[in-house]
């Protein structure tokens, strides 16, 4: 039986390593260069022509743009993809690699967390998990792993500082700092891993709190060492009105979540995160009562057999609970942000997976608290529990299974548009830039323009800009003014 369980396990840790396989490379080398990944590259690419940490400013007046708050993808990621570049790399494909090894990282973190807290086959189901979650919705998607994005890098960087946090609470404080400098409102994380300390100090009471607030100061101060070293490049850069200006633009953009003209509901909300799976709906919310059946089943057990349930699985089980709920509850809440599953999915990456190992952990301690009982009398609710939690525990794996293959066969279909087709349109457009070293170019409007626009190695401007106002235009409708280059399905017009 032991023997057939290894077969068994390492045949669908194969599968699954080819799922992940399939998926990455869809990611990195079919998946379309988007426009929000064409904005980021910016920052790296203006670095390496000696412009500074700057963007093309397409969304701050099309100037370039230091430190500019619009890209909220941050130095983790971006500064990594310089470095990347810097060896002369293709420069969409070498910055696809970087938010790439992240996710390779996210998936390392949750096996380690999952075979830690429940063994192999909770290892296995926190890697398959990510896998299980569609962002790819709306006009703001995650596509695939490698997008050029601060999601899943923050929460990869998240996963490791709940690894880490233990035995080394100052190494977690620097992640969730990392982290929050990958996206900044990884900064939710924060009360999450309040928590989990809290739940790892000893004690009770009032000395618990004490012990708590000794151990978590240095962590608090050394996560807030990255975003300080951000911030004192910011204001040397810019000088001290600059910076203030830059102080001020930064503020609008965390309060307003970049969006303007949005308005959403709760229900609207948590009905989208619903629809957010590869599996349907319903299946998503049976999923959700199965785990918390078997984490309330577990913990009754536990504390019906005298037992206290071990301090690390009670800081993850605190720290997912926290963590989720206050990416969910903030994005749920906030009625000005448009319906775009993007903006939780750094929780939803995290502390999903790790909410699904505590749900093995307590099925797992539920069925041999079962098999412990030294009641013959009453062995038929034994066995109803047992079976109840076997079948609890096997719809969490289905489920996560069944959310794998669904990413798969959408990542197998065919694309509306590919990278490769991208390259293609654009090649004479890259020709004519080349030709005519012309410096910038304007999107209109904002959207596949944008990406366009950097792959011809132009910077990219708003075509509403007033700095744009002398600028050529790239579309892809008819030009009402004189025609300078042309692509298939993107032209290149005069400036009116």
């Known amino acids: 039986m032991t023997r057939a369980r290894t077969v068994g396990f390492w045949a669908l840790a194969a599968l699954l390593a080819a799922t992940h396989v399939v998926v990455a490379w869809q990611s990195l080398v079919v998946a379309r260069f988007w426009e929000d990944e064409a904005f980021n590259l910016t920052v790296p690419l203006n670095l ?37 570049l810097a060896t002369g790399i293709d420069p969409v494909l070498g910055a696809r690699l970087v ?52 999601e899943i ?41 309040a928590v ?11 000395p618990r709190f004490g012990t708590t607030v000794k151990r978590a100061w240095l962590p608090l101060v050394i996560a807030g060492l990255p975003s300080l070293a951000v911030e004192l490049a910011a204001l040397v850069s810019l000088g001290p009105a600059g910076y203030v200006t830059h102080l001020r633009n930064l503020w609008y953009f965390v309060a307003s979540g970049g969006q303007r003209g949005a308005h959403s509901t709760i229900l609207e909300k948590l009905t989208a995160l619903a629809d957010a799976w590869f599996v349907p709906a319903w299946a998503v919310v049976v999923l959700a009562l199965a785990a918390l059946a078997l984490v309330i089943g577990g913990f009754l057990a536990e504390r019906r057999r005298g037992r206290r349930v071990p301090a690390l699985v009670r800081a993850n089980l605190l720290a997912g609970l926290v963590g989720l709920g206050a990416f969910v509850g903030w994005w749920a809440t906030a009625s000005h942000t448009p319906l775009w599953v993007r903006h939780p999915a750094v929780g939803v990456f995290a502390f999903v997976p790790v909410l699904a190992v505590i749900a093995i952990w307590s099925g797992r301690r539920l069925l041999r608290v079962v098999s412990e009982a030294p009641t013959p009398r009453r062995s038929a609710p034994r066995t109803a529990v047992r079976i109840t939690a076997v079948a609890l525990l096997a719809a969490l794996g ?21 990278l490769a087709a ?48 002398e600028v050529p ?24």
Do not use: N
């Not at 090894?101 to 909770?122: P, T």
């Not at 990869?156 to 690894?163: D, F, K, N, S, T």
């Not at 989990?196 to 009032?206: K, S, T, Y």
């Open 473 to 496: 235009r790239l579309t892809g409708e008819a030009c009402a003014t004189e025609l300078l280059a042309e692509g298939q399905g993107y032209r290149v017009c005069a400036a009116p």
């Open 99 to 150: 938010p790439l090894a992240f996710w390779a990282l996210l998936l390392a973190g949750l096996w380690v967390l999952g075979r830690r807290i429940a063994g192999r086959w909770a290892g296995l189901l926190a890697v398959a998990l990510p896998l299980g979650f569609d962002a790819t919705g709306g006009f703001s998607p995650i596509q695939g792993p490698a997008d050029v994005l601060g």
């Open 196 to 206: 989990a300390i809290w739940a790892l100090a000893p004690g009770r009471g009032w």
């Open 398 to 418: 289905l489920g996560a299974a069944a959310g794998a293959a669904g990413h798969v066969r959408q990542s197998i279909e065919p694309r509306r548009e590919t």
């Open 153 to 193: 890098p923050a929460a990869a960087l998240l996963v490791w500082a709940l690894v880490v946090l233990p035995r080394r609470a100052w190494l977690a404080g620097l992640l969730v700092g990392l982290a929050v400098q990958a996206k900044f409102i990884a900064i939710l994380a924060l009360p999450a891993f």
């Open 422 to 469: 991208q390259r293609a349109a654009v090649e004479p457009i890259r020709q004519w830039v080349a030709h005519t070293e012309t410096p910038w170019l304007a999107a209109q409007p904002w959207g596949a323009a944008v990406s366009a626009i950097v792959l011809s190695g132009a910077h990219v401007g708003l075509f509403d800009a007033p700095a744009m106002a």
């Open 48 to 84: 390496l022509s000696g412009l500074g940490y700057s963007s093309d400013g397409a969304l701050s007046g099309s100037e370039i743009t230091p430190f500019d708050p619009r890209i909220s993808t941050g130095p983790t990621v971006l500064l990594p993809v310089a470095a990347v």
